[in-house]
């Protein structure tokens, strides 16, 4: 589908980045735009080798090769400097000439303090902020996150709505979550200085829902979710947890985002893109499961106990990985439960993706077969063993209807 009335001139940071990468398939894809892309590295000619190589992710065959010669300009920059990195004349020219803003580029470490976090959330995105003031048109497309509900995400009680955004929550031990909540009150508050601002809240992205595709090796940023699965895989364990475990493929995510960038009737309107089909944690593990993996789902005290010994382990041998560092932060430090949460409600967003013709794939075994698949096939999971899963511990089967109920989870 061609969005023939997309903005000419569109500057994109995060291009380098599992979104990016996808956002800018997309727009060379449904665009005839120009597009600049922001990107670090040691050089402009290492930059470019990383955008073209992020792009080659999602475009496995070469398809969009000449597009990306002709109507990609890489720029060698970076948010959390001066003018983005950009020299002066750089800078005025590209303001000159955006016609939008689509501004991606962020930290997405859930560990890091927030002292790393935001020279590059909060003040690389109040940089951009005035880089789009100084534009003609003062438009930009933010991508946040629905974390932005910071502890919220584990009180069930809580639907967060695409219009919410202040519900008194807290972030402690959320540095990251902190960072977007601050940098999300900038782009609004920009709004007074003529800002036309579109929020992209996305859930958990995983791989391109047709081929699976996922920059696994070629991310600065460990992608956690993913991560979960490999462990998953690895240790045969997990807490049984019934959380709104989102799944959504970045294709949904990206072509979201360039779908509701196309018109001009939609600023200041807040977007979940989050997979529509909720499920929560343990369906997904169930998933994991009939492919052939064997999971015990463990009571979450137990899983802990288990943890805090040292006892997650792999074939006997001690285990780590991105997500049990995770885990050990919010168990023991945080004294998070992840037995239930919130539950984010995407239905505005749908609702009119749908009337531009943009549908998520469903979170059932065959998607996330394909990111099993692709996972296998570049190294990255391992494969299933069909022999023993059938002895797993299963949660229960029959708990849809009691997901997001006012008990959140079964009984
Ligand atoms: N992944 C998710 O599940 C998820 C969920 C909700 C929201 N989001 C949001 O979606 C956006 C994209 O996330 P992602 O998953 O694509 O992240 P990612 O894979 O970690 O990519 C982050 C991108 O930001 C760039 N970046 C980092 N620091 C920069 C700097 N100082 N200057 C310029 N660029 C910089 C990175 O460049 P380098 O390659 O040079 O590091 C990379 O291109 C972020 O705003 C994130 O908060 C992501």
């Known amino acids: 589908m061609k969005l023939e009335t997309f903005p000419k001139t569109v500057f994109l940071t995060g291009a380098t980045g599992v979104l990016g990468g996808s956002i800018l398939k997309d727009l060379l894809q449904s665009t005839s735009s120009r597009i600049y892309c922001l990107a670090r590295g040691k050089d402009l000619v290492h930059c470019q080798e990383r955008v073209r190589s992020f792009l080659r992710v999602y475009d496995a065959n070469g398809a969009l090769e000449s597009a990306f010669l002709s109507r990609v300009i890489v720029l060698w920059g970076d948010v959390t400097q001066d003018r983005l990195g950009l020299s002066k004349a750089t800078y005025a020219e590209l303001q000159s000439h955006t016609d939008i803003t689509i501004h991606a580029a962020a930290n997405t470490s859930l560990l890091l303090k927030y002292k790393r976090l935001e020279p590059i959330n909060v003040q690389g995105t109040g940089r951009v902020i005035e880089f789009c003031l100084g534009t003609v048109e003062k438009s930009l497309s933010y991508v946040s996150t629905y974390t932005v509900m910071g502890d919220k995400t584990f009180d069930n009680s809580v639907r967060f709505q695409e219009t919410d955004y202040d519900l008194g929550q807290g972030f402690k031990y959320m540095n990251y979550q902190r960072s977007k909540f601050r940098a999300e009150a900038m782009v609004r508050a920009a709004q007074g200085r003529g800002l036309k601002w579109r929020i992209f809240r996305p859930g958990q992205i995983y791989g391109d829902s047709t ?28 807490p049984e947890s019934y959380i709104h475990y989102d799944v959504v493929p970045v294709d949904y995510v990206s072509r979201g985002i360039v779908a509701l960038s196309a018109g001009v009737e939609n600023f200041f309107d807040v977007y979940h893109l989050t997979n529509p089909d909720a499920k929560t944690f343990s369906q997904v593990m169930g998933l ?78 065959k998607l996330i077969e394909t990111y099993v698949h692709a996972g296998i096939r570049g190294g990255y999971f391992p494969s299933p063993s069909h022999s023993d899963n059938h002895n797993a511990t299963r949660a229960p089967v029959d708990f849809s209807a009691n997901l997001f109920s006012a008990e959140g989870c079964p009984t």
């Open 288 to 365: 994991l499961r009939e492919i052939g993996y064997h999971i015990d789902l463990l009571p979450e005290e137990i899983y802990k106990q288990r943890l805090r010994r040292g006892e997650i382990t792999k074939n006997g041998e001690p285990y780590t990985s991105t997500i049990l560092k995770a885990f050990n932060l919010w168990y023991f430090i945080s004294e998070i439960s992840f037995y239930v949460s919130a539950m984010t409600d995407c239905e505005y967003t749908r609702s009119k993706l749908e009337t531009l013709g943009v549908t998520c794939a469903p979170i059932n075994r």
């Open 211 to 238: 081929t699976g595709a996922y920059p696994h090796s070629e991310t600065q940023v460990t992608g956690l979710f993913y991560d979960l699965f490999k462990t998953a895989m690895d240790t045969r364990v997990m």
